[in-house]
């Protein structure tokens, strides 16, 4: 009969095999990537605020620029049809001042964007349809890019291209590196560009007008352009965009880029408020994921235990030799 330490080692010895096992297939089994959980349905918002901000109005023509600050909302639900792998999102995104009066009189534009949202790289699927608040038909656009939500194997590259709401189409970002944002590891993403006409890119209530720069000209052909720069801190362990930081500028000009009237002068950020919110938000999403360390550590365990086990086999084996 064997000895009780080498039917021990035995034992270990197979347990180690099955842990090592184990850990080799547990990604295979379970997805350690992060998908956006339906629990989010609730609603995500990201609300810049510029209280220095210049703005015109279509209504006025933009003939005046009004100085009592500026707003860019953007709020996201999910809803049905939804299954493992896509979720319908609806997007609101708005820009208005922030004056006195009611918002109604201080909305200055705004859209619903609605697509099919891949839950775990955050890109549409298909088309996205976008409606504004102009009497016009819906503008079908295909976009393939992330905008608030982010694969999270995708954030060690270089550039993403991500999608620019103004401009209807998705433009690059550059990585700027890693840092803590509420205690949470972020990835910043910089996207910069100099004054493009809107129109080109695809916002088709964005066409062209007549200017003229006073009361005696001749009026001129006048495009809307916009420059803008904007920074995205996305949670390394979500893939949430959980702080966000935008300078825009549009403006009416002529074809070679003269600037003929202001339109927008823009530097909005989130307040502290909405940024803890959006952190609390990325920490639900993260925790419903598997977390990454456990295949690791099961593999791991399973190589000590069988280390400790051969070591067991063997001594017990040279103790047999001696006697």
């Known amino acids: 009969m064997l000895p009780r330490s080498r039917i021990l080692s035995a034992f270990l010895l197979g347990l180690g095999c099955a842990l090592i096992a184990a850990g080799l297939l547990m990604p295979r ?55 493992a792998d896509t979720v319908t999102a609806r997007a609101g995104y708005a820009l208005l001042r922030t004056g006195s009066g009611p918002e109604a009189e201080n909305l200055l534009h705004a859209e619903v964007w609605s697509y099919l949202l891949d839950r775990a790289t955050g890109i549409p699927r298909g088309v996205t349809r ?15 890019a992330p905008w608030w939500f982010f694969e999270r194997g995708a954030l060690a590259a270089p550039e993403l291209n991500i999608v620019d709401p103004d401009l209807h189409t998705a433009m690059p970002a550059q990585r ?53 720069r904007r920074d995205f801190y996305i949670d390394k362990a979500s893939g949430l965009l959980i702080d966000l930081q935008e300078q825009s500028h549009r403006f009416y000009g002529t074809g070679e880029g003269e600037n003929l009237q202001e339109v927008l ?21 993260a925790a419903t994921r598997l977390v990454d360390f456990w295949p690791a550590a099961t593999t791991g365990a399973g190589v000590i235990i069988g280390i400790l086990a051969l070591i067991g086999v063997i001594t017990g084996f040279g103790r047999k030799r001696q006697n």
């Open 29 to 83: 089994v379970f997805s350690t990537q992060t998908v956006l959980p339906m629990a989010a349905e609730k609603g995500l918002s990201w609300v810049l605020t510029d209280p220095a901000g210049k703005a015109g109005s279509v209504a006025e023509n933009f003939a005046e620029l009004h100085t009592d600050g500026v707003q860019k909302r953007l709020h996201i639900t999910l809803e049905e049809p939804a299954n």
């Open 176 to 228: 700027q590196g890693e840092e803590l944002r509420g205690g949470r590891e972020v990835v910043h993403y910089r996207q910069e560009y100099a004054p493009v006409i809107m129109a080109q890119y695809g916002p088709v209530f964005m066409g062209q007008t007549h200017i003229s720069t006073d009361s005696t000209s001749t009026p001129r052909l006048a495009y809307l352009y916009q420059e803008a």
């Open 265 to 285: 002068v823009f530097a909005g950020k989130l307040d502290a408020h909405n940024q803890l919110e959006l952190q609390q938000a990325a920490a639900d999403i």
């Open 130 to 144: 976008v409606s504004n608040q102009i009497a016009s038909p819906p503008q079908d656009l295909n976009l393939e």
